[in-house]
Structure formats: structure tokens, C-alpha cells
């Protein structure tokens, strides 16, 4: 009885080892970069890991994402894909008229387009995301390239993108958080509030922003305090495997200070 006790002890004692403990954790993109210069080069000047995400073939992507690579910073590729609502989706846009080729074309375009990205997430693509065919075609480009992620900005409640990427073995989060729905100030600082309260309770939460004034402004203010509130801003590629980790029990988050 004694001998199975002290097993037991050791057994607990094992599991708590291997799970370890790390802090709540965001992690930021600010999409929408390329098509206008100065908001790009403030957003890039943000304290700390922010990811930014550059639609492709417009005047500034290259030059700014060349710049966000020098700082550091994750530079990801915005794919424009068809929405529900008919509307201009600028160039290098995926649809869903296109045939498997001409969608793999416009998808490898896209990636030369913008140099140093290291994953993908969707502008609009409130159609495109919801039908598992070409979701799976997305996936399987990325795949193919090697170490490039996905994340879903869940334009659609529909959104069918994290399931076929996971099920193609493509890395993939989704957005928690859109910051600047409502792009007022009052409105940002709340969402904000509210991802702090989401990485609190669930470990982690992902949030996407637009180099809008008002975004900006509270993110230059409020990205500094973070350490105060026991709140880590991590890399995508970092949120990834925190993610793994929780998914597979092997992380705890630590209690606030």
C-alpha cells in the first residue's frame, strides 16, 4: 500500500513538471498595409512584436514590408477573397469563379508580391472562406511552399478556414478581436479591454487592427503597460506553439500579479 502511495506522489508529481506555466498572451496584426504610406510607417514604428499584414501589388506593400522585416516584425500576406457583398476587392484578389489553376496562380502571385512573409490571413473573404473546396485549395498552396501559417480573420461566422487548414496540416489561429469594428476611440479602447479579458481566461486571444489614427493612438498607449497587467505580446509563430500547448495540456497559465 505504501509502495503504490509513493507511486502516486511520483506520478502527480511527474505531470506537474511537464506542464509548465507561462504568462496570459496577445498577439496583435494591423492589417491593410501597403496602399498608403505614412499610416504604414506609423503603424510599424509600434512597440513590441506587432504583425502586420500587406495586400498585395499596391504602391507601398514592398517597401514597407521591407522595412517591417528590418524592425523584426512578422510581415504577412493579406489575401483579398470574394465577400458576400459585391465590392471592389483590389488586386491579386482569389474568387470563386476562378478554376484550381488560375486560383493556385493568383495565390503565388500574391506570395511573390510581398517579400519576407511568413504566413496569410484573409481581407473580406466572407464568401471565399465558408466553402470548404477552395479553402482546402488555399491550404494545400501553403502547404506546399513549407513553413508558411494561416490565420483566419473569421469574416464569417460560416468560416470553414481554420477546419481545412488543420486538416491539410497547415499551422493555423483565428482572430479573437477585431479592434476597430467601430473605429472611435471609446469604442477601440473597449475592444482592447476586451481582448486583455480574453487572454486572461483563455490563455491566449489574437486581435486584428487598422492603421487608423484612433487605433494607433491606443495602441502606442496601452501596448507599453502590458507587463503591469501580467500580459505578454508575442509573435504569431510564438502564439502558435503556446497554442499547441494548451490544446495538448502541456501549459498552464500563470496567475495575474
Do not use: C
Not at 28 to 56: E, N, S, T, Y
Not at 178 to 191: I, K, Q, T
Not at 223 to 242: D, Q, S, Y
Amino acid at each position: 500500500m505504501l509502495r503504490r502511495g509513493l507511486l502516486l506522489i511520483l506520478l502527480l508529481t511527474l505531470g506537474r513538471v511537464a506542464t509548465a506555466a507561462a504568462p496570459a498572451a496577445i498577439s496583435i496584426i494591423i492589417d491593410d498595409i501597403g496602399p498608403a504610406l505614412q499610416p504604414g510607417l506609423r503603424a510599424i514604428d509600434l512597440p513590441g512584436p506587432v504583425a502586420f499584414a500587406f495586400l498585395p501589388h499596391t504602391p507601398h506593400s514592398v517597401r514597407l514590408a521591407e522595412l517591417a522585416a528590418q524592425r523584426q516584425k512578422e510581415v504577412l500576406l493579406h489575401l483579398p477573397m470574394q465577400a458576400v457583398q459585391d465590392g471592389p476587392l483590389g488586386p491579386g484578389a482569389v474568387t470563386m469563379d476562378m478554376t484550381r489553376e488560375e486560383f493556385a496562380a493568383a495565390v503565388d502571385a500574391a506570395l511573390a508580391a510581398i517579400p519576407h512573409r511568413v504566413g496569410v490571413n484573409n481581407h473580406m473573404g466572407s464568401l471565399l472562406t465558408r466553402h470548404p473546396g477552395h479553402m482546402t485549395w488555399l491550404m494545400q498552396e501553403l502547404k506546399q511552399r513549407g513553413g508558411l501559417f494561416f490565420v483566419d480573420s473569421r469574416t464569417s461566422a460560416k468560416t470553414v478556414a481554420e477546419q481545412m487548414a488543420r486538416e491539410q496540416g497547415v499551422p493555423v489561429l483565428r482572430r479573437h478581436v477585431f479592434l476597430d469594428h467601430n473605429p472611435s476611440p471609446e469604442a477601440v479602447e473597449a475592444e482592447f479591454d476586451r481582448l486583455l479579458a480574453l487572454a486572461r481566461r483563455q490563455g491566449l486571444a489574437v486581435a486584428i487592427g487598422h492603421p487608423y489614427p484612433s487605433t494607433l493612438s491606443v495602441l502606442e498607449r496601452r501596448l507599453p503597460e502590458l507587463p503591469a497587467h501580467g500580459i505578454e505580446l508575442i509573435p504569431l509563430r510564438e502564439m502558435l506553439v503556446r497554442q499547441q500547448r494548451l490544446e495538448e495540456g502541456a501549459l498552464d497559465v500563470l496567475p495575474l500579479p
